[in-house]
């Protein structure tokens, strides 16, 4: 298709990566889910080709194609967690497939463990954790631009009212308003076919287990959970046996974490 030479269109336009977009149906530790495979202490992001729109919204990896350009005005970090309670579990000697929601009594019993607390717990860690771990550096021609963490960069919307049901907590990166939005002292330009990317590094409080958000990103269950989730094996004992510290499995927690630049999007006019 001919472009008009000499003319420009300029329209506001975020552009989104996500370092991760999974249901917490596997331990990514040992199989993929879908494009992401197990998260690192230090991630590239805005790298991908052609991915999902749900995943991202740039097309080309690492750069605007043709002669575009983009002046970033504001940065925003995308955090949701959910405990994925439509999910079941083979529990007892059939392996019979039951769902998680099912499984919310006190005390932990085989015949009732508290799997439902646990999930919602760890849901609300992962929002503290985000908050506090992730370290952002936006990076345009080579040169570090914008250095933050994620409580600097809140997202400026999201979930927002009273919801009775405590078994679906929901927390925002920061309070979904616009007024929230951390808008740039300066601009970042990032000129045609200029390399950009955004480095995610990872620092976590302490050294036990589960201190790290990688941690439970990869996947995180106590032990006293149905061991198809652990070990990806036959039930055996079903729930509620162990002592209930952590070990790599499948969480059933949805996880979106995304980083967005938000600003002047300049293109040909065709």
Not at 121 to 127: E, G, I, N, P
Request: proline letters at 7%; aromatic letters at 8%; a neutral charge.
């Amino acid at each position: 298709m001919p472009k008009i030479v000499g003319t420009r269109e300029r329209v506001h336009q975020p552009f989104y990566d996500s370092l991760l977009r999974v249901d917490g149906s596997a331990d990514l530790r040992a199989q993929n889910l879908g494009p992401f495979g197990a998260v690192q202490a230090r991630s590239q992001l805005f790298l991908r080709t052609g991915a999902d729109l749900s995943i991202s919204n740039l097309t080309t990896g690492g750069f605007f194609p043709s002669d575009q350009t983009f002046v970033t005005l504001a940065v925003r970090v995308w955090t949701y967690f959910r405990a994925n309670l439509e999910a079941s579990a083979a529990v007892g000697a059939n392996d019979a497939q039951v769902p998680i929601a099912n499984f919310n009594a006190i005390p932990a019993t085989p015949a009732g463990p508290t799997i439902v607390p646990d999930l919602v717990m760890r849901v609300h860690k992962l929002y503290h954790q985000a908050e506090n771990q992730f370290f952002w550096q936006l990076q345009a021609g080579d040169k570090p631009q914008l250095t933050t963490f994620t409580a600097y960069t809140p997202f400026a919307g999201g979930l927002d009212g009273f919801f009775a049901d405590s078994r679906l907590p929901r927390a925002n990166n920061g309070v979904p308003t616009s007024s929230a939005l951390m808008r740039l002292a300066r601009p970042v330009l990032i000129p045609p076919r200029q390399d950009f990317q955004v480095i995610c590094q990872a620092s976590a409080i302490g050294q036990t287990v589960g201190a790290s958000i990688v941690e439970q990103l990869n996947g995180l269950v106590p032990n006293s959970t149905a061991n198809a989730w652990i070990t990806g094996a036959a039930t055996q004992t079903g729930f509620g046996s162990g002592t209930g510290l952590s070990v790599p499995g499948k969480d059933q927690i949805e996880k979106d974490i995304k980083y967005l630049i938000d600003g002047i999007h300049s293109r040909d006019v065709l």
